[in-house]
T-cell receptor, first 107, second 113 residues
Framework: AQRVTQPEKLLSVFKGAPVELKCNYS??????LFWYVQYSRQRLQLLLR??SRESIKGFTADLNKGETSFHLKKPFAQEEDSAMYYC?????????FGTGTRLQVFP | NAGVTQTPKFRVLKTGQSMTLLCAQD?????MYWYRQDPGMGLRLIHY???????AKGEVPDGYNVSRLKKQNFLLGLESAAPSQTSVYFC????????????FGPGTRLTVT
């Protein structure tokens, strides 16, 4: 069965610390992968996608096909990074969202 | 552009009542989606549409119906609401179903008592 796993429900760090939000997927073929973010009182929005190979707000995500992982990383967390983060592989016309990881960045 | 809008923002229903949630987008997107968001469950896809006049089932379609009579609108109906349908409902749209970004609405908080 196709599945995406975000093992941490909550990740708490201090400002300036490195952050890694884990995402593992179980899919046939080679899905396209996305990270979406939901800041407090804001809409869910795209953070980054694998196909673009981009860095957004200092975040990057590396696809490891061998480990079937797409972890989200940032070297120095900021307080404004506090939000809910969802990993979302793409599967035939639709995204399948993970259960999300809440990132709390303390001052 | 308003983007994706949802009506209503909040609603309280009694068990057995019916209601329709409206999603509208002004971006001329082909694809539209309805999700529900529950604590610890993430977002789960209820139904989606790949174009005007089409609908398809998602991960959790039971108890819901949808219609896409106009390209810009996607309606989600609850025929007989149950407490298990208490949730926050999000609508989204995208230009294409492949690698394009999904744009989300602000959500509708529904409570069924």
């Amino acid at each position: 069965a196709q599945r995406v796993t975000q093992p941490e429900k909550l990740l708490s760090v201090f400002k300036g610390a490195p952050v890694e939000l884990k995402c593992n997927y179980s899919y046939s073929g080679s899905p396209e992968l996305f990270w979406y973010v939901q800041y407090s009182r804001q809409r869910l929005q795209l953070l980054l996608r694998h196909i673009s190979r981009e860095s957004i707000k200092g975040f990057t995500a590396d696809l490891n096909k061998g480990e079937t992982s797409f972890h989200l990383k940032k070297p120095f967390a900021q307080e404004e990074d506090s939000a809910m983060y969802y990993c979302a592989p793409h599967n035939t016309d639709k995204l399948i969202f993970g259960t999300g990881t809440r990132l709390q960045v303390f001052p | 552009n308003a983007g994706v809008t949802q009506t209503p923002k909040f609603r309280v229903l009694k068990t057995g009542q019916s209601m329709t949630l409206l999603c509208a987008q002004d971006m001329n997107h082909e694809y539209m989606y309805w999700y529900r968001q529950d604590p610890g469950m993430g977002l789960r896809l209820i139904h989606y549409s790949v174009g005007e006049g089409t609908t398809a089932k998602g991960e959790v379609p039971d108890g819901y119906n949808v219609s896409r009579l106009k390209k810009q609108n996607f309606l989600l109906g609850l025929e007989s609401a149950a407490p298990s349908q208490t949730s926050v409902y999000f609508c989204a749209s995208s230009y294409d179903g492949d690698f394009y970004e999904q744009y989300f609405g602000p959500g509708t908080r529904l409570t069924v008592t």
